[in-house]
Every structure is written in structure tokens, then in C-alpha cells.
């Protein structure tokens, strides 16, 4: 077995949260990302699915070192990111990149688009101004955008437009390795299909490994090899695509399941739905135990002393004290 190209060992992200106590001298402490561990292989494809505020952008923002991590290491082809130097982590930003939800926000408003995507090739390659011209116009091409669009500002394009933008300048440095957060959930479903369609084929001819974070569980289930699960800062659930999807065994991930639509409409109509009660714990409080008890119809008292470990095969592993052993029923979905 190869060594994996990206590897989070009890990776662990915190915030200072608000003030409290008398006088203010207190300070509270967010739990962004709690022991989160995981691998990733070469030209392979990990989905990272959850609730908003589970942790999934904030851990997206840690392996690439745009956060400094709390506790815990990530480790490219073995070499720990957060230990290298400022020439190495130039080496680093051509190895991994990101593209971010927003791809409007990401995007310098006062450069054009041929000037952004030349910007990668002037600082990591130095090349000139004639060569850079002819990298945009090819860099273009590949994501089924023309190369007349060099000479257009950001707001002159298309959401799904400027997200082929995006994706196109993270591939100016030949990356091994990109992040993708939400990259298709601001655009419409006709428009999300072209740019899910974009990556794989990129994936294919680049050998490219994705970290690819998102909400829509169809999505994710199109793309992904492994789909990891998180809940309140920590993996919950993990697994190959067909573990998670046929036969997860954490009732938060049942829960997530029944949410997806079925293109039957009678099938559509004839399941049932588990409505998870209550709201998201804060993180800055989490519950004792499994931190999902609060909301789980399969709670006992243990589940409130004791945090269930990851355990499991290789392929599937998930954090319950009182796992669900039936396979997934897409049609009949309740507890």
C-alpha cells in the first residue's frame, strides 16, 4: 500500500468565543474541530457532508494551512504542513489549492479574468507576460470557457461562469490536491451538473484528489469514493460511497439519508422522513458523551457518559454506542 498524499491525524481547530463570568475575564472557547482524523489517496475523491456549522469549511481551511491548527497535524506525503518554511509553503500552494463557495468573493473585482489567472503563472513560474496570455487562453479552453473572456471583469459573468474561473485558477499551478468547498451550492441544478461533470473529468485526466465539502448528499454521492460525516466538529460516520449510502449504521447519517430525494415520485411520496428534534448543540458548550445524544431517538444513559469511538472496518467506520444494523430502506426511512 502507497503512502496516502494528505493525512489529518486528531486534527483539533479552536476559537476564542465570547467573554463571560464577573467582570468579563473569562473567555469562552469554540470547538470548531475536535479529533478529526483521515486520509486521503492520489486522484481519489473524499465528500465531507453535514449540518451547517459542523465544522466542514473550518476543517476544509486547515489542510490547506489557511487556519493554523489548534492540536493534531496534517501531513502531505508525509511531511507536516503546519512545520514548513515560507519557501516551502510556496511549494506547498502549487501542490494543494482550494476553490471557495463564493467564487464572486474570491475574485479580485478590479482584475480581469486573464489577469487573475495569470497571476499563478507570474509568481510560481515566473513566467512572461506573452507565455502567461497563452496559458490563460489553454487554461480557458479546458473549462469550456473561450478565450475571449480574458478581457471581461467578474461581474460580467455567470455564477456558474465564475465558478469555471475559479476552477480554472486553482489548476494553473498543476496541483495534486484541491479543496473544494461548496463549490455548486449557489448555482442552479442545471448549471451544478456542468461543473460536478467538469471535475470528474479533470479528475480523470489530472489525477487530481479532491476534498470536496458540500451540503447536497446527491451531489456528493455523484462524485465521491469516500464520504465522511461530521456532526459538531467530529466525524460521526465514514466510509466508502456505498457503505454510507447503503448501509450506514449512525442514526445521524440515517437522518441525513432520508433527506435525499427520490426521483420516483411514488417512492417519493410512500417514505418516511426522520425529523430530528431540537437544534444543533452549541460548540462552544458541546453536550457530554456522543454530541449528538441531545437529538438521538436511540440515546441511553451512556451515550451522555461515554464519547462512542470510531470504530468499524477499514472501509466503514462510525462513533455509536447503539448503531443501526438493518441496511439503508430509502423508501421507508423512520427510526
Request: aromatic content about 4%.
Amino acid at each position: 500500500m502507497s503512502a496516502p498524499l494528505l493525512e489529518a491525524r486528531n486534527v483539533v481547530k479552536e476559537f476564542p468565543g465570547p467573554r463571560h463570568g464577573p467582570l468579563g475575564l473569562k473567555r469562552a472557547t469554540v470547538h470548531a474541530v475536535t479529533d478529526v482524523s483521515f486520509t486521503l489517496d492520489k486522484g481519489e475523491t473524499l465528500g465531507v457532508v453535514g449540518e451547517s456549522g459542523c465544522g466542514k469549511s473550518t476543517l476544509g481551511r486547515v489542510v490547506m494551512r489557511l487556519l493554523a491548527a489548534t492540536g493534531g497535524q496534517v501531513l502531505l506525503d508525509g511531511t507536516d504542513v503546519a512545520e514548513l518554511e515560507s519557501r516551502s509553503k510556496k511549494d506547498l500552494r502549487r501542490r494543494m489549492q482550494m476553490v471557495f463557495q463564493d467564487p464572486y468573493a474570491s475574485l479580485n473585482p478590479r482584475m480581469t479574468i486573464g489577469e487573475a489567472l495569470a497571476e499563478p503563472y507570474l509568481v510560481h513560474q515566473g513566467l512572461k507576460q506573452d507565455r502567461c496570455r497563452s496559458e490563460v487562453s489553454e487554461l480557458l479552453k479546458i473549462v469550456g470557457l473561450s478565450p475571449e473572456h480574458a478581457s471581461r471583469y467578474p461581474h460580467e459573468f455567470s455564477g456558474g461562469q465564475r465558478q469555471r474561473v475559479g476552477i480554472a485558477r486553482a489548476l494553473a499551478v498543476d496541483p495534486e490536491l484541491i479543496v473544494l468547498d461548496e463549490p455548486v451550492s449557489a448555482l442552479d441544478v442545471s448549471i451544478q451538473a456542468g461543473v460536478v461533470n467538469l471535475l470528474r473529468r479533470l479528475q480523470s485526466e489530472r489525477g487530481l484528489a479532491y476534498f470536496f465539502i458540500a451540503h447536497d448528499l446527491s451531489v456528493v454521492r455523484h462524485i465521491s469514493d469516500r464520504v465522511a460525516v461530521m456532526y459538531l466538529g467530529r466525524i460521526v460516520e465514514m466510509g466508502t460511497r456505498d457503505a454510507i449510502y447503503g448501509d450506514a449504521h449512525h442514526p445521524y447519517t440515517r437522518a441525513l439519508m432520508s433527506a435525499v430525494p427520490i426521483p420516483d415520485p411514488a417512492l417519493e411520496r410512500a417514505r418516511q422522513r426522520i425529523i430530528l428534534e431540537g437544534d444543533v448543540p452549541s460548540p462552544i458548550d458541546p453536550p457530554s458523551g456522543c454530541p449528538f445524544r441531545t437529538r438521538c431517538w436511540r440515546a441511553t444513559e451512556v451515550c451522555a457518559e461515554e464519547m462512542p469511538p470510531l470504530t468499524g472496518s477499514t472501509e466503514h467506520v462510525f462513533a455509536c454506542h447503539h448503531p443501526i444494523e438493518t441496511p439503508v430502506d430509502l423508501v421507508s426511512a423512520a427510526p
